[in-house]
């Protein structure tokens, strides 16, 4: 029988399908690239695929605009490319979670464009949040509210007769028109969806901005000037940002999850309050969440102690597992935010503002060297924690954020709405290097979307396959271990003598000790099983993380 745990400890492999690998050279990564690339994903000894949006799409925002949630978009394949993708996966042993975007829709959606078509109040424009506008002829926005992508939350639309018209809502781009989720059409529309790619073979679901999809909007909106932070969200009194209510929409999915076996998985995307992510990780909604806290931290060995501690803490509270994630597509690669000064860098920014990748390109700011040798710190100490670890394609490359992207070739909305001042997330998303040599880094037969650099080339699977020492068979080689070490979701903490060091313990004589400090330090007794830098006569150099391994159970 099925595993219904599966998840609980997974190594989940993110893969961003545009940017990964491309089977026809048209210079998008497709489906059928993906599938040609199990071989390669099972050997790298991850437990589960999630796919980022790969539905129909004019990619406002990468994918994160969904035209039809039900099909696959052509530039990627059809629905026998994907049942052929899952059908790779699982028999090589590696389950498939894909990506669910329920806060909005695309603005090409046929709801969307039959919303525009129909006149104030109609059922259609019920879908999703119309507003008439503020002053003498509505011409000014429902509300002050920004965009996270920079500008107006409001759009307004021409009416049928042509004339300016009605506001709609749009937390992100303009091309994503947020649902109205109190609309039962709406709701039953998702289960739908999340049906359809159950009944596929799918085992589980990211949930996109899970937080937001519950809106209390009165009648007279708030200024944004009294809107509770968004950093604790108040609580849940904010009017679209982490509501009670949220919840009674994930308590209805995991009915329907449940009646799948394995029951169905899911993993929450919110950035909520720390005291308030454990209830969508409740075993009666969505089951997981994404803990920010790890990415979101310097590497320092007291903030690191304090959220492992913390989130396994609340982890054990709720009966959910832990989730850790260094890397995604919406951040900063940690290989080159390890390598900003102090603590800079996410989102593409330094801490003091200065917009390093913009004006300096990746060589000039970053600190490559120590980015890289503490990423592979970070992820080697990330691999031995009890719970799931969320792994970002390239990662196991050692692949560092993209700087030199001209602004003509940018992609990402939150570039160009917010006119340069964030300089958006391109630079994690660059089509993967394959092979040292050839059309795009052997990412395909062709180009590549966004331009690749020619520093790629020392960063490619040919060039690091087999290689002692590499990124790539570091990762290997730790995930075949964990594999083989994983245990039940215990952690103990080991008293070191030097403040630097973290030293932990699992279950079965599995210990791992990570030196954040400058100077390498004495190893405890025991075997070095794996290292993530160069281990010489029982000193751990710094920014090095170690796997001892006593007895084996
Ligand atoms: C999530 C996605 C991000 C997207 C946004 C809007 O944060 O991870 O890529 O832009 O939602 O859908
Ligand atoms: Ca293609």
Same mark, same amino acid.
């Given at each position: ?185 709406? &709701? ?31 009648? @007279? ?26 919840? @009674? ?29 454990? &209830?969508? =990780? ?86 490559? @060297? ?6 592979? =710190? ?38 160009? &709405? ?100 400058? @100077? ?34």
């Amino acid at each position: 029988m099925a595993d219904p745990d599966w998840w609980r400890q997974a190594a989940v492999y993110q893969i961003y399908p545009r940017s990964f690998a491309d089977s026809n050279g048209d210079g998008i990564g497709d489906l059928k690239g993906i599938t040609a690339r199990v071989p390669y994903l099972q050997r790298l000894g991850i437990d589960a695929v999630w796919l980022s949006p790969f539905y129909p799409s004019a990619l406002a925002d990468g994918g994160y605009d969904v035209d039809d949630y039900r099909d696959v978009d052509p530039r990627l394949g059809t629905l026998d490319d994907f049942d052929e993708l899952s059908a790779a996966l699982h028999a090589a042993g590696i389950k498939l979670v894909v990506d669910i975007v329920p806060n909005h829709s695309s603005n090409l959606h046929e709801w969307f464009r039959e919303a525009l078509a129909s006149p104030k109040g109609s059922a259609a424009r019920d879908r999703y949040i119309f507003r008439d506008g503020l002053g003498e002829n509505g011409d000014e926005p429902p509300s002050d509210w920004d965009s996270l992508f920079g500008g107006s939350a409001w759009e307004r639309v021409t009416e049928a007769d042509g004339n300016p018209g009605q506001w709609y809502l749009h937390l992100f781009a303009k091309e994503q028109p947020d649902f109205n989720w109190d609309n039962p059409e709406v &709701r039953e529309d998702f289960l739908k969806t999340l049906r359809f790619w159950s009944d596929r073979g799918v085992d589980g679901f990211r949930i996109d901005v899970a937080h937001a999809l519950a809106k209390h909007l009165p009648e @007279e909106l708030p200024s944004k000037l009294v809107l509770p932070r968004e950093d604790d969200n108040a609580l849940g009194a904010h009017p679209f940002w982490d509501r009670d209510e949220v919840h @009674e929409i994930y308590a209805e999915w995991r009915t329907l999850f449940n009646e799948y076996e394995p029951p169905r998985t899911a993993v929450a995307e919110a950035w909520v309050h720390a005291d308030r992510l454990s &209830r969508y =990780a409740s075993p009666e909604g969505l089951g997981q969440a994404f803990n920010f806290d790890l990415l979101q931290a310097d590497f320092d060995v007291d903030q690191f102690r304090a959220v492992i501690t913390k989130n396994l803490a609340e982890a054990a509270a709720t009966g959910a597992s832990s989730t850790w994630v260094f890397s995604n597509h919406d951040v900063v690669r940690h290989a080159t935010r390890y390598g900003l000064p102090a603590g800079g860098g996410r989102r593409g920014k330094g801490q003091d503002g200065s917009q390093w990748l913009l004006d300096g390109g990746h060589a000039a700011d970053v600190d490559a @060297e120590t980015g890289l040798r503490r990423a592979r =710190a970070a992820s080697l100490m990330m691999l031995a924690l009890p719970g799931s670890a969320y792994l970002y394609q390239g990662e196991e490359l050692g692949l560092q954020e993209v700087g030199e992207i001209p602004a003509a070739e940018r992609q990402d909305p939150s570039f160009f &709405r917010s006119a340069g001042e964030q300089i958006g997330r391109d630079g994690c998303r660059v089509p993967l290097p394959w092979t040292a040599e050839g059309p795009s880094f052997g990412f395909g037969p062709g180009g590549s979307h966004l331009p690749q650099p020619s520093w790629f080339a020392d960063f490619a699977v040919t060039a690091q396959d087999g290689v002692a020492g590499s990124t790539l068979e570091l990762y290997r080689a730790a995930l075949a271990l964990r594999a083989e070490l994983q245990t039940a979701e215990e952690l103990e903490w080991i008293a070191t003598d030097d403040a630097s060091v973290l030293h932990f313990a699992r279950p079965n004589g599995w210990q791992v000790v990570t030196n954040f400090g400058t @100077e390498p330090v004495a190893l405890p007794a025991g075997d070095v099983a794996i290292a993530s830098g160069p281990v010489e006569g029982g000193l751990l150099p710094a920014d090095t993380t170690a796997w001892l391994v006593s007895a084996k159970a």
